[in-house]
């Protein structure tokens, strides 16, 4: 088993920030981040233009089992997202999400999601990504009206629909799905991409009518 304490201070000391002078939507200059897709996908359709934010999401989706049904349905998720901008031309920043994986997934249930990002030298808090209720169904949100230089602005979040799901390119049945989604409502972005998920997939099957359950994840969020 892992020490939290022990896994912690090796992700800290592996993780040295360097910034750069350029600010967009984060602390550092977005433009050095990639998003790296497989080649041979064609599902999701990355802008030509850098990111205004890019993040790292850490947190849970949530499933219900209904009393018909011996399959999970997700019910929404509640992460919240760090700004991970200036670890952009760092070796870690292509597994920041699974360093922050190992760290959350072995983390007592007394340690919130938003205090991850001090254990991988990440600690700024952008927002928060959560689930509303839109008309019948559910749409996700990324609200950053809480925190940092967007803290009491009511236009800075973002609700989007998916237009683009891609199954995890590696172990897509323990990883959730790499989505693109569309701006619906919000000021904060046009375009939001989920990719590099760690975790976050339900069993396979449940009791029908038994209690829902959350699985923790780590994603990153990139905003265009
Ligand atoms: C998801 O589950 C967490 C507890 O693990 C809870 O705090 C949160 O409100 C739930 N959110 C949704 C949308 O179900
Ligand atoms: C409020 O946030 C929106 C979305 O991020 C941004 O476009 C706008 O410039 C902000 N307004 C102010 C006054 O900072």
Redesign the pocket.
Known sequence: MFSFQLISTLASAALLVSATSTHRGGNCDTSKSVLDLPTTQTTLIVPSTAPLFVTLGVGVQNYSCTSTTSAYTSIGAVASLFDISCLAETPEFATIQATASIIWKNAPPSVKAHTIGRHILTPSLLGDHYFVTSGTGLAAKWD?TSFGR?AG?T??FVIAAKVGDLPAPTGPAANVDWLALNNVQG??ASKVFRIDTVGGQPPTSCVPGSDPISVKYTAKYLFY
């Open positions: 950053f967007f602005n236009t800075a000021a904060l």
